[in-house]
């Protein structure tokens, strides 16, 4: 008699499939070598049957992909689903061992240390003879589960070779000692809300594809793959995770998988990407002050570990780590771990204001024995020629800790060489990439960082702009006084360049000026030349394509 084609291959009512089926009566001539669609369930390609135990859940275990129709809604259900648990898990373990088993899915391990890891960990038994009696005959089933209550089974014929090969969780089952004319059945234990991922594993472990296509439902199976040690489905998984739009739930979502997904190397490339997406999203912190304040630990890791961050200084990025750590880790044990553990590393010190390294040295958020190791690094850093600079920059620029590595600052770092005697006096050097000099055509500047002479802030400001006299591009420079108010300052200044063929610094541009608060002076065209002339490829000024800069400031008496 004809079988029926259109059976329900997932019917939750059948207890014993259909064992001609398959998605395919026959494999198509052109199928590949190692698609085996056609053996799925098939008895006349299979060697052992599979049964499957699904255990009975609460209402609120359904499947993390059931009636979630975004990533958000997923996030929230998983969520919700190990807050209920950890309310049930309250009572003492050791007086009721059955609650464990009784759970609908169990706990990660960062939610309770210590206790049998069931929702991550695959529940199987080899079964000598299909008798039922199957669980107590098992060495492996002896883990509490005679107290759980299986709601239906499932049956499938399956190949132990095309298993085996995809999984080493199914290879070490199937070579478990295994009498080849006596055991032939196998029996996994899941809870109900793992059925409609684990049966998609298994046809991919066949077909290499999946027919499930919704990001919730491929998160199932992401997490099914990984329980059962399937690598390549983690991959077809994670890839096609990665070509759907990235919002931030989602990329938050995919940095806070289980830990024993996260390492997987097949997840690597997905969740790079999430960290990109977020350092993107993110790169100017200030316009998204109060949604990044929000963020948990994973975002604020992609966020102040990318060299795009677009901040004033190295500066800034320590306070804005400090006044998160501070809001999300109010006590001050937990906050000095996640600062020393977690986030330092991400703090480029050495690009820090030595004004701000001194307050590191003092600020108690932080482990003092630490602190004084993060300076005095930062401060040798600081103290190396240009070429050592560049040169340990490159050797952390491969690596994950980057703290040599310059980000893409909106106020530039500076050197500063101070004088006290004979007279108060600062030498200053800004170097300017020709890139960033580009940048500024046709009316950009950018901005030093502060520097201080004789108690006053300082800085130094670089601007494309047009000559008044010939209309004309060019480049200026013009040094600038911080504070705002009445306060009058009287300096001598000189701006120099290193230019070919000495590239020593010579002197283009003498003045002094008496400041007050917020004013500025400089040169509208420093080099006397158009603009095209200054970024031309035969350029007197860039030096391996930096621009150097030097400004000297002394105070008037």
């Known amino acids: 008699m004809m079988k029926e084609l259109n059976t329900d291959l997932f019917d939750p009512r059948s207890t014993l499939m259909d064992p001609d089926f398959s998605r395919d009566a026959t494999p198509s ?23 499957i135990e699904i255990m009975g859940d609460t209402p609120e275990s359904r499947p993390d992909s059931e009636a979630c129709t975004s990533i958000a809604d997923w996030a929230r259900h998983r969520k919700r689903r190990r807050e209920d648990i950890k309310k049930e898990n309250i009572p003492d373990l050791a007086e009721c061992p059955e609650e464990q088993i009784l759970n609908d899915n169990q706990p990660d391990m960062d939610d309770c240390e210590g206790c049998e890891n069931q929702d991550e960990e695959a529940v199987a038994m080899v079964e000598e003879s299909p008798s039922g009696d199957e669980a107590a005959n098992s060495n492996d089933s002896d883990w509490g589960m005679d107290c759980s209550t299986v709601v239906r089974v499932k049956t499938l014929h399956i190949s132990s070779p095309i298993l085996a090969a995809k999984s080493p969780f199914f290879y070490k089952l199937f070579s478990n000692g295994m009498r080849e004319s006596e055991q032939r059945h196998v029996t996994l234990r899941i809870n109900a809300s793992e059925e409609a991922a684990l049966m998609e594993l298994l046809n991919f472990m066949y077909s290499n594809t999946l027919s499930t296509t919704s990001a919730p439902a491929l998160l199932d199976v992401l997490m099914a793959a990984d329980k059962f040690e399937v690598a390549s489905c983690m991959r077809y998984c994670s890839r096609l995770l990665r070509n759907m739009p990235m919002t931030p739930e989602s990329a938050l979502l995919y ?21 990109q997406y977020l350092a993107a999203r993110y790169k100017d912190i200030s316009k998204f002050i109060e949604e990044v304040m929000a ?26 780590v400090l006044k998160w750590s501070r809001t999300h880790y109010p006590k001050l044990e937990e906050r000095r771990e996640i600062l020393g553990s977690r986030l330092a590393r991400y703090i480029r010190f050495p690009y820090m204001t030595c004004r701000k390294l001194k307050k590191v040295l003092t600020c108690n958020d932080f482990d003092h024995d630490a602190a004084s190791k993060l300076v005095l690094e930062a401060l040798f850093f600081k103290a190396e020629a240009p070429h050592r600079q560049r040169i340990l920059a490159a050797e952390e620029s491969a690596t994950l800790n980057r703290r040599f590595v310059e980000r893409a600052y909106k106020y530039r770092p500076v050197k500063v060489v101070e004088f006290d005697l004979p007279r108060q006096q600062c030498v200053v050097y800004l170097d300017l990439k020709r890139e960033e000099c580009a940048n500024l055509f046709p009316s950009g500047r950018v901005y030093s960082q502060a520097f201080h002479l004789g108690g006053q802030g300082f800085f130094l400001s670089a601007h494309c702009n047009m000559d008044q006299q010939s209309s004309f591009h060019c480049f200026g420079l013009f040094l600038g006084m911080q504070e705002k108010g009445s306060v009058s300052f009287a300096v001598d200044y000189e701006f120099a360049a290193r230019s070919k063929p000495t590239e020593e610094f010579i002197s283009k541009y003498k003045g002094n000026y008496t400041f007050t608060g917020g004013k500025a002076v400089g040169y509208r065209n420093l080099f006397a030349i158009p603009w095209t002339s200054f970024m031309a490829e035969d350029s007197l000024y860039f030096i391996n394509g930096v621009l150097h800069l030097r400004a000297e400031l002394t105070i008037r008496h």
């Open 295 to 320: 963020l948990p630990l994973a975002g604020i890791e992609a966020i102040v570990s990318s060299d795009e961050l677009q901040v004033a200084s190295e500066d800034a990025v320590y306070d804005f």
């Open 255 to 275: 940095l806070e998988l289980p830990s024993s997904v996260l390492m997987a190397e097949a997840v690597q490339a997905l969740t790079d990407a999430a960290k």
């Open 29 to 51: 001539a052109d199928a590949d070598a190692d698609d085996f669609a056609f053996a799925f369930n098939d008895s006349n390609f299979s060697d052992r049957l599979l049964r």
